[in-house]
């Protein structure tokens, strides 16, 4: 069992190796198998894989910024429900839970019950064809929809129910699965953000898509663990051509010393440093036109 | 034969201990715990901390003008972790101890978005938790 997880290590040493680059050796995990010929994935690509996967935030944190922005709920950008028929691979279902999530995540912010049962049923129904549907129980998660005024604790509990399925298919071996739910669920929130910074021509939302530099960098570092896999190969294909997008956007940041203090027994921290990020309209609508045809690809 | 013994012995005395560690670390009901003190700020990820002879390290992305919490708790009560978080150049942004007194919860705007390491250390016991919180500023 290792205790000690070197995950920024890791991070920092495929991100120096240029990740996804052609030498087979040059990123230092050559005797690491990623997959095999089989498609199987080994145990140590899988733990990995789940580090990378636990430092990448969460849809909602996306959404909860189009919220603050004071945009209008739009019901009309989600996925339907009735596409879920579509997907009839692991890789489709995978990527489209991360997608239905997303949606479920972004509807509990806004507060909207009807939706957020319906989508719920289509992520249980997704992650029990995924046989990971043991985490999600539709009757309890509605009794404390049903308990309570806004779906805050509906939220907490989806959220907290999507990190034990991401635990377990890491036990099990399957971080393929999760990284492609992750990857889907980002391009959903991203979709819904660019849509929203456009519509409302937002400066600080525009801002918002510049700093997902950072975490497409990590997502593009997680589909390079599965290159054996077509379906994580196109869709690295297609976010390396994002990212070249995003090369536009400039991030400057100048440190500051943070401070601390005690306030009601809770420690808290300021933090004095200083970011500006540079990113221009025409960046924000070619990111979305690449991030639309992305979303298209998953859910069409 | 007598050293076949002693070795399934040693063999046998090792699954224990590791069984009684893992026994006495159960990160679920630690996570419901520290969840339970994140108040108006929604759950966004766990942690486990297991002890080790080296810090316990894990990587997140902060990003700017988001408020979070981080709330700590280990199976032998609360205060007996302590977190140390370095930005992307390996510099301190912040810690959850202050004079000498390590506190359980701490809370953190962030200013600048990037890749931070969260390194854990456990002063006590052999199993804690770690979970952070967010709210937008």
């Known amino acids: 069992m290792r205790l000690v997880l070197y995950s920024g290590s890791i991070l920092m040493l495929l991100l120096s190796s240029g990740c996804g680059s052609s030498g087979e050796d040059k990123d230092g995990f050559s005797n690491i198998a990623k997959v095999d010929s089989t498609g199987k994935i080994s145990a140590a690509t899988s733990e990995l894989a789940g580090q990378v996967i636990k430092s990448i935030p969460p849809p909602v944190e996306l959404s909860a910024i189009i919220k603050n922005s004071g945009a209008e709920y739009f019901s009309d950008m989600l996925n339907e429900t009735g596409n879920i028929d579509r997907y009839n691979t692991n890789y489709l279902k995978a990527a489209n839970l991360g997608v239905y999530g997303a949606d479920l995540g972004y509807i509990n912010i806004y507060n909207h019950k009807e939706d957020a049962l319906s989508f719920l049923n289509i992520v249980i129904k997704l992650s029990e064809e995924l046989k990971v549907g043991q985490f999600f129980e539709f009757e309890t998660i509605k009794r404390i929809a049903d308990n309570s005024n806004n779906l805050d604790s509906m939220l907490n509990i989806t959220q907290s129910n999507f990190e034990k399925m991401n635990n377990y298919l890491q036990e099990q071996n399957r971080s393929n699965i999760s990284t492609y739910m992750l990857t889907g669920g980002w391009i959903e929130a991203m979709y819904l953000t660019t849509f929203v910074a456009i519509e ?88 979305r036109e690449s991030v639309s045809n992305i979303r298209k690809k998953i859910t069409d | ?50 002890k080790a002879s080296e810090d316990v390290e894990y990587s997140y992305v902060f990003t700017t003008n988001t408020s979070y919490l981080i709330s700590l708790g280990n199976n032998t009560g609360d205060g007996n972790i302590e977190v140390n978080v370095y930005d992307s150049a390996r510099k301190l942004v912040m810690s959850n101890k202050l004079k000498d007194k390590v506190y359980p919860t701490i809370t953190y705007t962030c200013k600048t978005t990037g890749i931070y390491y969260m390194s854990y250390k456990i002063k006590d016991g052999n199993c804690g938790v770690s979970v952070v919180g967010f709210k937008k500023m």
């Open chain 2, 1 to 50: 034969m007598k050293r076949i013994h002693k070795s399934v012995l040693i063999v046998s005395l090792a699954i224990f201990s590791l069984l009684s560690i893992l026994a006495q670390c159960p990160p679920e009901d630690l996570v419901k715990k520290c969840s339970g003190k994140l108040g108006d700020y929604m759950f966004l990820k766990s942690f486990k901390i297991e």
């Open chain 1, 200 to 287: 409302k021509n937002d400066k600080a939302l525009y801002e918002k898509i510049g700093e997902q530099k950072i975490v497409l960098d990590q997502i593009i570092i997680l589909l390079d663990f599965y290159k054996n896999d077509q379906n994580a190969l196109g869709l690295a294909k297609d976010l390396e051509a994002l990212r070249g997008v995003f090369k536009e956007v400039k991030i400057e940041t100048v440190y500051g010393e943070p401070t601390m203090v005690e306030e009601n027994g809770m420690l808290v921290v300021k933090d004095n440093s200083k970011t500006t990020i540079s990113i221009t309209r025409e960046t924000v609508d070619k990111i």
